[in-house]
């Protein structure tokens, strides 16, 4: 299948927001915060990480198309998902965006709800967190104010293989690992592509794993974080449900973990966050289709009943709250800002919701 093919069966079919107007171009002009016009390829981009109980990191930015330049390309050069991309930038020909047009970049999110530690996975959003563990020979403030949380884009597992959420551990690595593909995946090949596969793929440019690979300790071992060959694929659902990095991602990581580094796989379509100033932040990205009819509709994130309540108690409309939910743009926004008092009701409220949870898990 065509890159072009993919990535319409994958996600452009299933587009219906509107075209973005000059005002909001000119809106987003006044907010961005960096310019790029041409930078070096980066990896593993590392964001600091909060240590006032914030969850929001990074900052708006934005690229402006050159001659030739298409979102596949775009989303290399700055080490995110074509998927991030485009969602972010309905309005844009992904092949060919009119040069000097302005592309939003998804360097802004929310981090995943703690704990921050190990490797965080976030299927909905196709996006690997890495949170490195405090130097030890550094105590206190001073080791929470070194650290770094590193954010990657993945690949993973397709309509039909998906990718199972779970918690789990980094078993074993493998550099330059050889491939052997399940007899499932062998009948596969050969009914749809035509090609034999043979019992075990050796490493090199012809292995599907890539360079490194890192096994995971779920069920028999067969998940793993790999690299791979193929020059797209990373922000798609495109893998046998193996979670897969670019290479230099996955050279990075391979050197930052150990075994039994923890691993945690969630999907997550929405994320939540009341800031530390009163700001109330949501992240909604579209949900993963779970059969093909799904890929070709608009899926639709439901409100939080929790959140939804809290807001009705503090006398605060959800009409921002559902919109947000709509749009699916997958960067934060917001959606009220509390005052002094709003704040800590809302943190009381939530304490109280998670004890009410907890009491009817113990009498279950």
């Known amino acids: 299948m065509s890159l072009k093919a993919l990535l319409e069966h994958e996600f452009i079919s299933n587009l219906s927001w509107p075209m973005v107007s000059k005002g909001a171009i000119q809106r987003l002009l006044a907010c961005v915060v960096l310019w790029v016009l041409a930078v070096p390829t980066a990896f593993a981009t590392p964001y600091p990480l909060p240590t006032d109980g914030s969850r929001l990191v990074g900052y708006p930015e934005a690229h402006i198309v050159k001659e ?13 998902g074509f998927l991030a991309l485009l969602a972010l930038n309905p309005g844009i020909d992904p092949y060919l965006p009119e040069p000097g047009s302005l592309v939003r970049l998804p360097n802004q999110l929310l981090l995943p709800s703690p ?5 965080v996975i976030n299927l909905a959003e196709l996006r690997l967190y890495y949170f490195p563990e405090p130097d030890a020979k550094v105590t206190g403030e001073k080791a929470d104010a070194q650290r770094d949380v590193h954010v990657f884009p993945i690949g993973i597992g397709r309509v039909g293989r998906e990718t199972p959420t779970m918690n789990t551990y980094i078993s074993q690595k493998r550099e330059h690992p050889t491939w052997t593909p399940p007899q499932s995946i062998r009948e596969e090949y050969k009914k749809q592509r035509g090609i034999i596969l043979p019992d075990v793929v050796p490493a090199g440019p012809n292995n599907p794993l890539g360079e490194h690979a890192l096994r995971l300790g779920f069920g028999n071992g067969e998940y793993l974080i790999h690299g791979t060959n193929k020059s797209f694929g990373i922000g798609l659902r495109v893998s046998a449900g193996c979670i897969r990095l670019r290479p230099d991602d996955v050279a990075w990581l391979f050197e930052q973990v150990d075994v039994h580094t923890p691993v945690r796989i969630i999907n997550q379509p929405a994320k939540l966050s009341v800031e530390p100033d009163g700001r109330v932040m949501v992240e909604a990205h579209r949900p993963l289709s779970k059969n093909e009819k799904e890929t070709k509709a608009r899926l639709s994130v439901e409100p939080d009943p929790q959140v939804l309540a809290i807001l009705a108690r503090l006398e605060l409309s959800p009409r921002r709250y559902r919109a947000a939910l709509s749009v699916q743009e997958g960067v934060p926004t917001e959606i009220a800002t509390l005052t002094p008092a709003q704040l800590k009701a809302w943190q009381r409220l939530e304490r109280v919701d998670v004890d009410a949870k907890q009491m009817t898990r113990s009498e279950q």
């Not at 030739?68 to 995110?80: P, Q, R, S, T, V």
């Open 68 to 80: 030739g330049e298409h979102l596949e390309a775009i989303a290399k050069h700055y080490d995110m």
């Open 115 to 119: 704990p921050h530690s190990g490797i």
